[in-house]
Structure formats: structure tokens, C-alpha cells
């Protein structure tokens, strides 16, 4: 599959099906993920790769109890329906083969270490160097998106059920100084999903010439 079709073709797939992928599969997908740029080439990611059905099962429920803690704040009765339909995540994890988790290994270069000595605060570093570690995992994670998509495997890149990452950090056992920042899950689409509009061009970009 050419680069430009995949690109233009990939969808996000909700429906998987009863179907599995090989641990070789998954691993091609990885490595062509850890292919992404990086700052400073520090390759700033962790990936967690996950095919037991007991630890995605385990994840989808602490989804499930946290979701049902947030909806019982009072603060949430306004958009309670609207949350209550976070529960899709949880379904997600279930379903799918496998799901891979992408974390973010906390790591600061020698310039940012700079930055902090001349007494920066975090507002301002944030501006001088905007996420840099997080932009490095994102590519990462387009890459495995891409690549999955040209091998006929479908994926849905999230953040929502994120409002659980304390518990999902401690099933996984993942350190500190390493954080979860998405969740993938993989495996053969049942569903053909048709694209979403894109915001015109000149919403979008402009040219300084």
C-alpha cells in the first residue's frame, strides 16, 4: 500500500473481529513505531503490548469503576448521559486481540535542564519546548496506525478512558518516571467506517511566501 492511500484511507475501527494477530505481526508494527522521529532522538516511548485476555479484562473493568465513580460527583449530573457513554472504551479494550499501550518515558535534555537552572518556570518552558516528549510518542503512535492500517488491521488511537490511568498503571506494573498517555487497541476491522469532513484549507493553513 502506498504511503499517500494509507494515509488517506486509515480509519478509526471500533469493531473488531473474532479473529487474532500474530505476536510477529505485532512486533513488525512496533518496531516500524519505534522508527519515529524523536527529540534529540531520546525515543521517549514505552510500549506495552497486550493479548492476555485476564490483564485486558482487568482494564476494561477498572474503566467501568472508575466511569461509574465519576458519574455518581454531583458535579457530573449535567452531562451524566453524555459521560455515561465512556463506557465504549472499556468494550474497545475487551474486544479487540490485543491492545497497545503507549507511555511516555519522563526524560528532559540537557538544554531543558538548562532552561530550569536560569529559573524558567513551566509555563515558559512548556512554550520554549512544547511537549516535546509527548510530540515523539504521538509520532510513534501514527507510525503503528499507518502500518497497521497497510497490513489490512484496524485501530482506534485513545485517550478518553485515561480518566483511569492510576489504575491502569498499577495493573500493568509500569514505574515510575514512565506514564501511559494512549491506548490502541488492534486488530481486523468489522466495520468500514465512511471519512469524517476535514475543515477547509484555509482553516487549516496559510502560506507566508
Given at each position: 500500500m502506498e504511503l499517500k492511500e494509507a494515509i488517506l484511507n486509515r480509519r478509526s475501527i471500533r469493531k473488531f473481529q473474532d479473529r487474532d494477530v500474530?505476536?510477529?505481526?505485532?512486533?513488525?508494527l512496533l518496531k516500524l513505531a519505534s522508527w519515529?522521529?524523536?527529540?534529540?532522538?531520546?525515543?521517549?516511548?514505552?510500549?506495552?503490548?497486550?493479548h492476555?485476555?485476564?490483564v485486558k479484562e482487568k482494564i476494561s473493568s477498572a474503566i467501568e469503576k472508575k466511569l461509574q465513580e465519576i458519574l455518581s460527583w454531583p458535579e457530573v449530573e449535567p452531562l451524566k448521559e453524555r459521560l455515561a457513554g465512556l463506557k465504549r472504551y472499556a468494550q474497545?479494550?475487551?474486544?479487540?486481540?490485543?491492545?497497545?499501550?503507549?507511555?511516555?518515558?519522563?526524560?528532559?535534555?540537557?538544554?531543558?535542564e538548562l532552561l530550569i537552572k536560569k529559573g524558567l518556570d513551566r509555563e515558559r518552558l512548556e512554550r520554549w519546548r512544547p511537549h516535546a516528549g509527548l510530540?515523539?510518542?504521538?509520532?510513534?503512535?501514527?507510525?503503528?496506525?499507518?502500518?497497521?492500517?497497510a497490513e489490512g488491521l484496524g485501530t482506534v488511537w485513545?485517550?478518553?478512558?485515561?480518566?483511569?490511568?492510576?489504575?491502569?498503571?498499577?495493573?500493568?506494573?509500569?514505574?515510575s518516571g514512565r506514564r501511559i498517555v494512549a491506548l490502541v487497541p488492534l486488530g481486523y476491522p468489522a466495520e468500514s467506517p465512511a471519512p469524517k469532513l476535514r475543515k477547509a484549507p484555509e482553516d487549516t493553513w496559510k502560506f507566508i511566501l
Amino acid at each position: 500500500m502506498e504511503l499517500k492511500e494509507a494515509i488517506l484511507n486509515r480509519r478509526s475501527i471500533r469493531k473488531f473481529q473474532d479473529r487474532d494477530v500474530s505476536q510477529t505481526q505485532v512486533e513488525e508494527l512496533l518496531k516500524l513505531a519505534s522508527w519515529a522521529p524523536s527529540a534529540n532522538n531520546y525515543q521517549m516511548w514505552f510500549f506495552y503490548a497486550v493479548h492476555s485476555k485476564e490483564v485486558k479484562e482487568k482494564i476494561s473493568s477498572a474503566i467501568e469503576k472508575k466511569l461509574q465513580e465519576i458519574l455518581s460527583w454531583p458535579e457530573v449530573e449535567p452531562l451524566k448521559e453524555r459521560l455515561a457513554g465512556l463506557k465504549r472504551y472499556a468494550q474497545y479494550t475487551r474486544e479487540a486481540p490485543w491492545l497497545i499501550v503507549f507511555c511516555l518515558e519522563e526524560t528532559r535534555s540537557s538544554f531543558e535542564e538548562l532552561l530550569i537552572k536560569k529559573g524558567l518556570d513551566r509555563e515558559r518552558l512548556e512554550r520554549w519546548r512544547p511537549h516535546a516528549g509527548l510530540q515523539s510518542v504521538s509520532a510513534a503512535i501514527q507510525n503503528f496506525l499507518l502500518a497497521a492500517h497497510a497490513e489490512g488491521l484496524g485501530t482506534v488511537w485513545m485517550v478518553g478512558p485515561l480518566f483511569a490511568v492510576e489504575e491502569m498503571e498499577s495493573i500493568l506494573g509500569v514505574p515510575s518516571g514512565r506514564r501511559i498517555v494512549a491506548l490502541v487497541p488492534l486488530g481486523y476491522p468489522a466495520e468500514s467506517p465512511a471519512p469524517k469532513l476535514r475543515k477547509a484549507p484555509e482553516d487549516t493553513w496559510k502560506f507566508i511566501l
